[in-house]
């Protein structure tokens, strides 16, 4: 069982940026790929980026709707997973969830992810 704690969410104006954290409990932090998917009010739950497995040479996966504006990136040695959020839009405002599943990434699917974090709240004022 893993246990994924976000962090960072808060209030940010268009443009700015704002680091979304999740740390993950247990030894096996690097078996399991790791993403992060937003729902806002009213809408379902999507994707948002995805990081691979492993101790380096990660593959990173994003969605159309952030690529070049967000950046996926994890440190296993802490066993967290960060979001750097850039040129920050008012439609990005939701409650981002960090998310891990222990296989190899395999697509954007919610049923993808084993295991999930209670969420943070993003809200891009314009």
């Known amino acids: 069982q893993v246990q994924l704690v976000e962090s960072g969410g808060g209030l940010a104006q268009a443009g700015g940026s704002l680091r979304l954290s999740c740390a993950a409990s247990?030894?096996?932090?690097?078996?399991?790929?790791m993403g992060w998917f937003r729902q806002a009010p009213e809408k379902e739950r999507e994707f948002v980026a995805a990081i691979s497995r492993g101790w380096f040479d990660y593959t990173t996966y994003y969605a159309d709707s952030v690529k070049g504006r967000f950046a996926i990136s994890r440190d296993s040695a802490k066993n967290t997973v960060y979001l750097q959020m850039n040129s920050l839009k008012p439609e990005d405002t939701a409650v981002y969830y960090c998310?891990?599943?222990?296989?190899?990434?395999?697509?954007?699917?919610?049923?993808?992810?084993?295991?999930w974090g209670q969420g943070t709240q993003v809200t891009v004022s314009s």
């Open positions: 247990g030894r096996t932090f690097s078996r399991y790929t």
């Open positions: 998310a891990s599943r222990n296989r190899q990434y395999s697509g954007q699917a919610l049923a993808d992810y084993d295991y």
